[in-house]
């Protein structure tokens, strides 16, 4: 099985919200009640101000930029998104004709930079 991840060029966990499984948020406040870690505490480890963290964990459904993502994955332990995100990904990916690939990435490029 290929891993899309090096087939495809990668896709940003910018502003995350979960296409199947458990969400980011749902994840960090789960790994933080693990860890026994404050929203302080955590904000410091992570480098994420507190009040982007506070008001990320404070609504369901919240996004978060790509890289206070990638910062609160790091420092709780945890992936940014979900393996069966990639594999969804690479799924319809694999559906689309060679031209709606080509849109896609560049799209998603667009969307990175």
Known sequence: MLD????APYFPPAYYLAMTG????DRVIEA???QGLSKAELSRK?????????????REGA?????NATS??????IKVDDDREYEELRKLFYQLSEEQRKFL????R????
Request: glycine share 4%; proline share 2%.
């Open 4 to 7: 899309n991840r090096r087939v």
């Open 22 to 25: 458990i969400a980011f948020r």
């Open 32 to 34: 933080m009640a693990q």
């Open 46 to 58: 992570s480098k994420v101000p507190y009040h982007a963290l506070d008001k990320f964990l404070k």
């Open 63 to 67: 996004t978060t930029s790509s890289e």
């Open 72 to 77: 609160l994955a790091n420092a709780l332990g």
């Open 105 to 108: 990435l560049a799209s998603a």
């Open 110 to 113: 667009g969307l990175a930079d």
